[in-house]
């Protein structure tokens, strides 16, 4: 087609033919941002969230930037999970696949779980295009089998995930043996306290792109259950009683609730997989496989798989547990409704929930209330009920009180005169309301 709107950067013509056989026609709010900064070799800190175009946002420019003559690592991408880093390396297969540069284009990819001598005997002549998880990359660098010291950008996606896994040790490790001039791209949904001093140590006034991102799609629907003095397993499998998921993922706040949720869950018959931090590897692609070849309906997960790991065909999300901030919530509930499917993103609350709740609200988000009983659902007041009553009542009195005549003189009884009447009028309002 030819016409997409990505001719308007400097992208090399090769990159907008690659553009054209991917599909791609408008680019999205993070690749208009980021694409002509890569371009003009600006160190980048890019907040968006998963599934906001950010890997082309990267990849594409970069690509336009590839010497093809110069057989030496010129970029390296490092991932925090081996899906990630998978999935980020199929994308950028697919980029050389397009272009027909098959034989001119290298990418790797490292990753931990695979043979590392075959790896070191593979690596004779550089690949141009590193990807991998920080671990494997910085252990190839030591073994004296990859040099990144040619490399001209650096990327960090998912920084903040990165922090968490403990991980950003080995990214600092790998940055020492790096060219200091290197063009630096942090992505990260949230720019943790704690990820401050390393991006200081790196980044030299970076452009900063943070994406207000639409909160969820419009074809997601938010539904409220209170858990009250519940067990959580007990409403979980009410809830997937109500609901016939394609897939969905059950959402804890953390490993050990995730694994006794997944183990509550099975003894109640339900097909469960699990995921989190905690899984060897191994276990993790298995478990990842399994889930692909529909093995099973449900899949109990922390906030890992919300970031590093890309289950497709999501058609429920469930919060066992609500998170603790907003942006996770965010995350979780973003890995349904994807690519303009509906979804469903059912929360359990408790009280101390609420308040995130009205921030959510405040953000733009509508939350319908509902309880679940015999396999069906059934609406209930919403959630802040007593709090809306609340703001009737005291603007029915304010009304009330106005209506009231005033006297100058104030003379015994005034004031419950002046209730009997307020009252009187508070009934009247109400006729005329009912009428």
Not at 37 to 58: D, W
Not at 287 to 294: H, S, T
Request: proline letters at 4%; glycine letters at 6%.
């Amino acid at each position: 087609m030819d016409n997409h709107l990505f001719k308007q950067y400097s992208l090399q013509p090769i990159i907008n033919e690659v553009i054209d056989k991917l599909g791609f026609y408008e680019p999205t709010p993070i690749q208009q941002k980021v694409i002509p900064a890569v371009l003009r070799g600006e160190s980048i800190i890019g907040q968006s969230q998963t599934g906001s175009g950010k890997t082309h946002a990267y990849l594409l420019p970069l690509f336009s930037k590839l010497d093809e003559s110069r057989k030496e690592v010129q970029f390296v991408v490092t991932a925090p999970t081996r899906e990630l880093a998978t999935q980020i390396y199929d994308e950028a297969k697919k980029v050389i696949s397009a272009s027909n540069k098959e034989k001119v284009w290298t990418a790797k990819l490292f990753i931990g779980g695979t043979d590392k001598k075959r790896t070191i005997e593979k690596l004779k002549e550089q690949p141009q295009i590193v990807v991998g998880t920080p671990g494997r990359i910085l252990d190839l660098i030591e073994e004296g089998a990859l040099n990144i010291y040619p490399a001209t950008s650096f990327i960090i996606d998912e920084a903040d995930l990165m922090l968490d896994l403990g991980f950003i040790k080995e990214v600092d490790q790998i940055l020492v043996r790096a060219n200091s001039n290197i063009q630096l791209m942090v992505f990260s949904a949230t720019i943790p306290v704690r990820l401050q001093p390393f991006l200081k140590k790196y980044l030299q006034n970076p452009s900063h792109f943070k994406m207000e991102d639409q909160l969820s799609p419009e074809t997601m629907e938010h539904r409220l259950v209170p858990l009250r003095h519940r067990e959580v397993s007990k409403m979980v499998y009410r809830i997937s009683e109500a609901i016939q998921p394609y897939l969905a993922i059950i959402f804890t706040n953390g490993k050990d609730l995730a694994d006794q949720l997944a183990k509550e869950l099975t003894e109640k018959g339900m097909e469960v997989g699990l995921i989190h931090g905690g899984l060897s590897p191994r276990e993790r692609k298995r478990v990842l496989k399994d889930i692909q070849g529909l093995r099973y309906q449900y899949i109990v997960a922390t906030d890992l798989a919300s970031r590093g790991i890309d289950i497709k065909g999501v058609s429920h999300v469930i919060n066992a547990q609500m998170p603790k901030e907003e942006e996770f919530y965010v995350h979780r509930v973003g890995r349904t409704a994807r690519a303009g499917m509906e979804g469903t993103a059912i929360t359990l609350y408790t009280d101390e929930d609420i308040q995130l709740v009205e921030r959510l609200e405040k953000k733009g988000l509508t939350f319908e209330s509902y309880d679940v009983k015999d396999g069906e659902w059934i609406e209930t007041k919403a959630w802040n009920e007593r709090k809306i009553r609340k703001k009737k009542t005291s603007e029915k009195e304010t009304e009330a009180w106005r209506k009231v005549r005033k006297t100058n003189k104030v003379k015994p009884g005034y004031k419950k005169k002046m209730k009997r009447e307020q009252e009187k009028v508070k009934k009247k309002l109400n006729r005329n309301k009912k009428k």
